[in-house]
């Protein structure tokens, strides 16, 4: 309904917390500070679609309110009552001061706000070597305490006494409450911290257009009895994608327009992690990685002087700039250009890459370099994957003979060592992954901590039919397997999808992989006919898996699928019906590598020891994952494995692809 909506509130809260951790100097201080800060921010977005998030404040919880100027994202209030207000005039960004709910605060339009802000901060930090500067709190100036486990980044107290303390369990991140002098309180090992939070905040929005719930504006508080998270318009005939909900929070519209939880997604849920913390993982990929690899195509191929300067524009973009609506060539039958609509293009265009879901800013941009290179056409570099060479070449290397000679002595092995073996070269293959190579120089180290930090493999067999059992005796098994890395990677895969057939667990096998080259060596359909052909030219047992395979696929009880949401820079919470279908068809579905995790289980600040099971419940099928931790997000840890973690000093467990998992929902 379109309308206009006015909500007020205001909110109290307390929190305190405190923490130890153990090792390294020695600070100490009390700051006290306080802060007022008053802000009135009129801006104007203008959005095609009137899709509008209205606000979730919940019962007993504060919210926010941003007084940005023009631009406005999400905001996130923390649990019990912590609140975030950052009045940044300028570029505005995420407030993720705690794990929590979230909620969307979009398309406000007028904001007012005020903030008072009174804090108290004590504490002690032991440090042992590093570079101490120990002038620095100076009296009169507030700093920042944050009792972390673990990693502890930058802390940027305001001018004026203000004072950041975020005590995350887990990651911790950069606090940038205000400009002002910064504070580097990096290889702290020891950390004894304690916060007082008090809180008062209130604020009204007014809101113009769009579609909204008219029952929802509550006054101080939400109403109970309104769950609607977001309001959907119609649904796109024939795509099965939802429109509605913000892209990537999991939500999904209803056939009727409206929004439901994805059935059995638990309600509680995370932070979206976003690029924007410098020193973060994130922002490496964003920052350093992207840039690089724009270098490395540019150098690898002839290009003319059109697609040189489509990929300096995209070089300069994608560090600095910020998120450009595709262009009309970059599309000739304009389908592309619909679903990246659909897919949140019209939310975040003219943002900046560092302020927008980073998996959604990670995945656009392998879509922008396929149009710099002129992939899509029309022209001689249309369909010409940019990434084929460094892909060919490591299907060539001697690391793939020698793996591929050692699948003879695997016939040697008891079926279930066997099994294991392959199901492990296919776990493991998902390190050989070109993109993470590029920045990757740490990784190799062995940790203190048991490589495989969660392992359901048992689970996974329990799925399948015992070997020899035929179809007849109890129906088809179908092993849905969602590929990731060409080459090595793909190659294991394709061996333990021939194992199965051959043991009669499984009859028929979907491998679904992306339809374009995406982040640099996924796998395509192309190069699942480049591994195939390598297998078959292998000799010994390697060939027999090829033409076993290749038959395989010529009967149909193979099949290979490249579906356009494989490319979606969305959760699978998101899948349109048909893949959904075809997932809920499956036995299982083994989903293959680190960015099909973030995709499962949605790309969040998820507590390591948030159970598996219920963030992957919305699923239509039993799931399994098979993972090496190359990026930030993780579940389903048990606490003794979280602790052990990060006790071992390995401080990128999470991103080194030192560790990998196998996890099972049934
Ligand atoms: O090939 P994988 O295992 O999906 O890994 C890709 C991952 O690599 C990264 O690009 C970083 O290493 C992540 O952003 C992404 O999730």
Sequence with gaps: MPGLIVRRGVALGLTVRNGVASRLTVRRGVARGLTVRIGVASGLTVRRGGRVSPDRPARGRAWAVRPDWGRVPLDRPARGCAWADRPEWGRARADRLARGRARADRPARVVLGLTVRIGVASGLTVRRGGRVSPDRPARGRAWAVRPDWGRVPLDRPARGCAWADRPEWGRARA??????????????????????????????????????????????????????????????????????????????????????????????????????????????????????????????????????????????????????????????????????????????????????????????????????????????????????????????????????????????????????????????????????????????????????????????????????????????????????????????????????LAEGRVDRAVLHVKPYPYYVSDATPTDVLDALRRLVAAGGAAAAHGERLWTALTDGRVTVRAHPFSCAPLPYADMPDDLRADFAAATVTVLKGDLNYRRLVGDRWWPPTTSFARVTAYFPGPVAALRTLKSDVVTGLDAKTEAALDASGERRWRTSGTHALIQVRS
């Excluded at 490395?296 to 524009?313: I, M, S, T």
């Excluded at 592309?336 to 609509?341: I, N, S, T, V």
């Excluded at 007849?472 to 849905?480: D, Q």
């Design 175 to 500: 606090d940038r409450l205000a400009r002002g002098r910064a504070r580097a309180d990096r290889p702290a090992r020891v950390v004894l911290g304690l916060t007082v939070r008090i809180g008062v905040a209130s604020g009204s929005t007014v809101r113009r257009g769009g579609r909204v719930p008219p029952d929802c504006p509550a006054r101080g508080r939400a109403r109970p009895d309104c769950p609607v998270p977001g309001v959907c318009s119609a649904r796109s005939p024939g795509t099965g994608d939802a429109l509605g909900p913000p892209p990537g929070t999991g939500d999904a519209c209803g056939p009727t327009g409206t929004v439901t939880r994805m059935a059995d997604t638990p309600s509680v849920t995370a932070p979206v992690i976003l690029g924007d913390e410098p020193g973060s993982f994130p922002h490496g990929v964003l920052a350093e990685r992207h840039p690089a690899l724009v270098r490395q195509v540019r150098d690898a191929f002839p290009f003319g002087p059109e697609r040189l300067r489509a990929l300096d524009a995209l070089l300069a973009s994608c560090a600095d700039g910020v998120v450009e609506p595709l262009p009309a060539d970059a599309d000739p039958t304009g389908r592309d250009r619909d679903r990246w609509a659909r897919w949140g293009m019209d939310a975040y265009a003219g943002r900046s890459w560092y302020d927008v879901p980073w998996l959604w800013a990670e995945s656009h941009f392998y879509r922008r370099l396929l149009d710099a290179v002129g992939y899509f056409g029309p022209g001689a570099w249309q369909g010409v994957d940019p990434f084929r060479p460094a892909k060919l070449a490591e299907l060539d290397a001697p690391e793939t003979d020698e793996e591929l000679a050692a699948l003879d002595g695997l016939d040697e092995l008891p079926t279930e060592e066997r099994t294991r073996a392959l199901l492990h070269g296919s776990l493991w293959g998902n390190r050989a992954d070109l993109g993470f190579r590029l920045s990757d120089r740490g990784a190799g180290t062995e940790g203190a901590v048991e490589a495989l930090v969660a392992d359901d493999s048992d689970a996974l067999w329990s799925l399948l039919p015992a070997p020899g059992t035929g179809p007849a005796e109890r129906g088809p098994a179908t092993l849905c397997l969602v590929a990731d890395n060409a080459g090595r990677e793909l190659v294991p895969d394709l061996l333990l999808v021939s194992h199965l």
